[in-house]
């Protein structure tokens, strides 16, 4: 069995969101690996694994130190909010369509204001957006 990505609670509605923005290029470009995966037509069963610590999108962050971060009380709060609203914590598993499930459920368009308060990217609506689309279309 191929091993799980492994994701910081915030990282799911980051990566339901992404086109193509990031902290540097290699950052961008293995993230866009990751949600290249996630949006192929089998990208739903992709396994993923909770961690509080740097997961596989921090790995190539210039912000990352160690299994941490240079920027650790911002990011632990981000995640303190969407592992909340998910109900998931460090070690929980669950596949990406098991994830945009809870999203779908547990994360009402709009709600991206108050939970990604803080985030660099909050303002350019692109996460929002696919929020909303994952609302209308489930996906
Ligand atoms: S606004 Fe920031 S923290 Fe929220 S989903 Fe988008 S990139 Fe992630």
Known sequence: MTDPITFRPHHFLC??????????DSFTANMAQIVDRLRAPDGDDVLIEVTVQADHICAPCPHRMGQSCAKAAKIAVLD????TALGVQD???LTWGDAKARVR???APGDLGSLCAGCTWLSLGLCEAALARLHDTGA
């Open 91 to 93: 070690g929980t598993r």
């Open 105 to 107: 459920a547990r994360v």
């Open 15 to 24: 990566a339901l969101g992404f086109e193509g923005k990031g902290y540097s």
């Open 80 to 83: 303190q909010r969407h592992a």
